[in-house]
Structure formats: structure tokens, C-alpha cells
């Protein structure tokens, strides 16, 4: 299963090769390829799949998907892993 996560940029480095960016992902700051996205700018939302931005996503849905993710944290915390199948 792929994961792809919403994240905030907060910094764009166009000097390097590839486009690289700080994005904030719910706090945890992380440095990800932006090449693929030439028009983003800090502030906006991108999701994130192994370290690329590969898509922009407005804010409103990013902070949803970052609210669901908490959600399932909390629920996941009362589960072992003999518990899964």
C-alpha cells in the first residue's frame, strides 16, 4: 500500500537541482523534491509521496486528511500487532 501525505511548504530552494523545499508535515519538517511542482510557493499544500511533492492540494483538504490521519493514530493506539490480520 502507498501512502501520500499532505504537507505545508514553508521554504522553496530553486539554486539546487532538483527544486528542493521544507515542508511541514503536522510539525515534523522534512526536505522534498518540489521539481515537479514549478508553480508552488511557501504557504501552499502539496502531498508528498517518498520525498516528491506530487500534486498541490488546498488547504482546507489538507488540514481534513491531517485530522483523519490524527484520528487514526488514536484508534491504532489500543492495537498490537497480534491483534492484526
Not at 502507498?2 to 537541482?17: D, H, R, Y
Not at 510557493?41 to 485530522?67: N, P, Q, R
Request: with cysteine; hydrophobic share 40%.
Amino acid at each position: 500500500m502507498c501512502l501520500a501525505i499532505p504537507g505545508k511548504v514553508l521554504e522553496i530552494n530553486t539554486s539546487s537541482q532538483p527544486v528542493m523545499g521544507k515542508v511541514s508535515f503536522g510539525g515534523i519538517i522534512k526536505e522534498i523534491c518540489l521539481e515537479w511542482l514549478p508553480d508552488v510557493k511557501a504557504g501552499e499544500y502539496v502531498i508528498t509521496h517518498v520525498g516528491f511533492a506530487i500534486s498541490k492540494v488546498d488547504e482546507k483538504e489538507a488540514l481534513e486528511t491531517l485530522k483523519m490521519f490524527e484520528e487514526i493514530e488514536k484508534f491504532g493506539d489500543g492495537f498490537n500487532s497480534e491483534d492484526r490480520e
